[in-house]
C-alpha cells in the first residue's frame, strides 16, 4: 500500500558532478529500494561555492529530469530531496551548554536535549552562520558521571558538550533559492563527508577513531569520527579538478585531454614502468598526436597529492583529534581513486589507510558500490534513519501506483544492519 511507502531522493551538490539517487522506502519492512539515478556535469559551482546560480538551477533541473524519467514503469514528481554540500565556509564550532531542570529531580526529555543544543548555538554561532548540524556528546548529571543518553534519567542539572557545523549564509541560502526555483522543498542540508561516512565508515571506526576524506571535484571535506560522533569537519577548498589543471598546464595539453591521462594513469602505477616510457595524445588541434613522458605525468600527480596531504595534516592537527585516529584514514569520493593515494598517506601518517565505498549489505548492487557514490548512499541513509525514527516531514513526491510488473530495482535490505550504521 503507497500510504506505507516514501520516497526519498538524494541530490549530491558537487563541484563537478551532480549525482542524484531515488528510493523507495518501506516504512512496514524497514527496507528500501533505489528505483532511479542520474548523474551529470556540475555548472555555477567552484570549490564547493556557488558562483552562478543560474547555470546551476538549469543544470540541476537537467539532471532532476534524467532521474525522474530513469524510474521505470512509473511516473514520478521530484518534490522533495535530502542535498548534499560542502564548501570552505563550513566549519566545526565546539561549544558547552548547562542547564537547571528544577527544583526538584525530574526525568530528562528530549526538549531538554535540544534546549542544551540551542543554548550552545546562541553562545557561540556568529550571526552570519548557518547552522547545519548540531550533535552532542559528554552529557552529565548534576555533575556527575558521564552518560551517552540522559533521557528517561533523573536529575536537577543536565550538561553536554555541542559540537555545531555551520556555514556562510549566504552560500547555503543561494542554494536555497536555486532549488526553490525548481518547485522542490529542501528536506535537510547534509554536511556531504558527514552523509560519506554513513556509507562508508564501520561501526567499529566511528567508535574506536578515524577520519574519513572525501575528496571530491572541488574539495577535500574531513569528518573526525570518537565514540560513535562527529568530532571534528572541515573543508579544503581543492579536490580532483586541480590534478587535471596541474596536467594540462605542466603538459601543456587539453583539460579533456588531461582528464584522460590522469585515468589512464592507473595503468601505469599497477606496473613498473621504465622512466623511458611514453604515451601518444591528440595534438591541441587533433590534426597530429604528441608524446607524454609517464614518469613527468606521475611528477605532476604526486605534487598535487603531496600536498593534499600536507593540508589535511594540518587540520587534523589543528582538530587536536590527530593521535586519537585508531583505525586511522579512510578516503572516499571520486578522487579519492587517484592513483598511489593510498600507499602515499600510509607513509605520509604512520597509519592504516584503505579507500572508502559503501558498506556491502544485501542486495546492493556493485553499480552503487565506488568511492564516488559515497555520499548520494549515506544521503538516502540519512533520510532513511529520519523517517524510520518517525521524525520525518511528509513526503509530497507525486508517486502513481505501478501496476501488474516487474521493476528492474535493486533491493537493499536495511532491517538487519540499520540499528549497526545509526
Known sequence: MMENKKILTAIDMGTTKINILIAELDLIERNFTIIGSANDISKGVTSGRIDDTQALQIQLEKVISKAEKSVEDRELVINNAFFGVASSSIESLMGHASKILGKTHRVITEDDKKALEDLAENKIVPVDRKVIHKISHNYKIDDHTFVANPVGMWGLKVDADVHIVAGAITPINSLDHAVKSLSIITEDIVLEPLAAAKSA?????????????????????????????????????????????????????????????????????????????????????????????????????????????????????????????????????????????????????????????????????????????????????????????????PINTKLKEPGNNLFKIIKLKVADWIDVLF
Open 201 to 393: 565508515l564501520t561501526d567499529t571506526e566511528k567508535k574506536t577513531g578515524s577520519v574519513l576524506i572525501d575528496i571530491g571535484g572541488g574539495t577535500t571535506d574531513i569528518a573526525i569520527y570518537r565514540n560513535g560522533k562527529l568530532l571534528y569537519t572541515s573543508v579544503i577548498p581543492i579536490g580532483g579538478e586541480f590534478y587535471t589543471s596541474d596536467i594540462a598546464t605542466g603538459l601543456q595539453i587539453e583539460l579533456k585531454t588531461a582528464e584522460r591521462l590522469k585515468k589512464q594513469l592507473a595503468t601505469y602505477y599497477q606496473e613498473e614502468v621504465d622512466e623511458d616510457t611514453y604515451i601518444e595524445i591528440p595534438t591541441n588541434d587533433y590534426k597530429g598526436v604528441k608524446e607524454i613522458n609517464v614518469s613527468t605525468l606521475k611528477m605532476i600527480v604526486d605534487a598535487r597529492t603531496d600536498e593534499i596531504l600536507e593540508l589535511v595534516k594540518n587540520k587534523l592537527e589543528a582538530s587536536g583529534y590527530i593521535n586519537h585516529l585508531v583505525n586511522g584514514i579512510v578516503f572516499t569520493g571520486g578522487s579519492s581513486k587517484i592513483i598511489g593515494l593510498e600507499e602515499k598517506a600510509s607513509k605520509y601518517f604512520e597509519l592504516p589507510v584503505r579507500i572508502g565505498i559503501p558498506v556491502k549489505f544485501e542486495g546492493l548492487s556493485e553499480k552503487y558500490r565506488n568511492p564516488e557514490d559515497s555520499t548520494a548512499v549515506g544521503l538516502l541513509l540519512y533520510g532513511a534513519e529520519k523517517y524510520l525514527s518517525g521524525n520525518f516531514i
